[in-house]
């Protein structure tokens, strides 16, 4: 049975008519050809102190509609359940749509603008979702920068030598890294990001120098096999002045960016301001262990991309790694 449409604005002129006229809500029905019961709750949903306006109870009625279509989405317990927690985990609206979309063969469940509105809906601001959203743009400036190392790094080549496969991020095995500063610039959390699956790693260190820094870069290196492992981007930065020493060990290339230009690796800038949610500016890294710095980086690299088709990065790098097994895999540079 065909649901009925509902009422519309002259049947509410006529209801409104029909009841000053003193018909009773049976008459009007059959007047308009509708259930009694529709009439009634039409009546008593949309009568203002007692009394029934058609013009005041057309906009209520449009009202609730807008409000319906508004938050019906995340109405479903499944969807509701599934985008707060995730919200409470970090994932962008964004994030949680996409993948919504991806787990269900491509087609779309709700789309992130729904998500924002209902997050800021009246009826849901009370329960404090917004918290949950990143509020600041995470952008670096050139004289807020670590200090770069002026006396010059060894045999260093420039970004400009790079090439296109790796810039495309179309070959795996190309590596971002970039250093976060502790309290006091004394302790820091190195950090390298692979560019194509974006996938991200960090260490403490008891010290921002080369000595723990290029320690800290082998020690995440080294746990992946070689061909997983073709080429750091560095920034300026002293800790990275040994970088001929990593390169040898891990038989690796090396890239620097130019002098304050951190856009050239920004993939690895945008994590590490992720990061910063997690771990302030002018924290005290002698109070975070490196247990607690694994578990937040196992929960961003746990997240949809949509670069990635909303894929998250440790899946992507398990497809990669897995490749890298078959003997047909392509490995370019």
Not at 64 to 75: A, D, F
Not at 123 to 147: C, D, T
Not at 244 to 258: I, M, V
Request: charged share 30%; with cysteine.
């Amino acid at each position: 049975m065909n649901k009925k449409p509902k009422l519309t604005a002259p049947e509410r002129d006529q209801i409104a008519v029909s009841l000053a006229a003193g018909l009773s809500l049976r008459q009007i029905a059959g007047e308009l050809q509708r259930s009694v019961s529709s009439i009634s709750d039409e009546v008593k949903r949309n009568s203002v102190n007692g009394e029934y306006r058609s013009i005041t109870a057309h906009q209520k009625s449009r009202e609730r509609n807008i409000n319906s279509r508004r938050l019906n989405p995340l109405k479903s317990p499944d969807t509701y359940g599934y985008a707060v927690e995730k919200l409470r985990s970090g994932w962008s609206p964004e994030q949680i749509a996409g993948r919504l979309k991806r787990d269900n063969g491509g087609k779309t469940v709700i789309c992130h603008e729904t998500i924002y509105r209902y997050i800021y809906s009246p009826q849901v601001k009370s329960k404090n979702l917004a918290e949950f959203l990143v509020r600041h743009h995470f952008k670096r400036r050139a004289w807020h920068g670590r200090y770069v190392y002026r006396r010059g790094i060894a045999n260093r080549v420039s970004i400009d030598e790079r090439p296109g496969v790796i810039n495309s991020r179309k070959a795996f095995g190309h590596w971002e890294a970039d250093t976060v500063e502790g309290k006091a610039h004394k302790r820091g959390i190195v950090t390298l990001l692979e560019r194509k699956t974006r996938y991200y790693q960090a260490k403490l260190i008891v010290n921002i120098d080369s000595e723990y820094g290029v320690r800290a870069q082998r020690d995440i290196l080294v746990s992946f096999p070689p061909r997983a492992r073709k080429s750091v981007t560095f920034d300026n930065g002293k800790e990275n002045y040994n970088h001929e020493r990593l390169a040898k060990q891990l038989n690796l290339k090396t890239y620097f960016c130019d002098p304050n230009s951190a856009w050239q690796k920004g993939s690895n800038e945008n994590h590490n301001g992720v990061l910063r949610r997690y771990i302030p500016k002018k924290t005290d890294l002698t109070t975070v262990s490196q247990v607690e710095l694994d578990a937040i980086i196992d929960e961003i690299n746990d997240r949809p991309r949509k670069c990635l088709k909303y894929q998250t990065p440790s899946e992507a790098i398990l497809e990669e790694l897995q490749c890298l097994k078959l003997p047909k895999c392509s490995d370019s540079d």
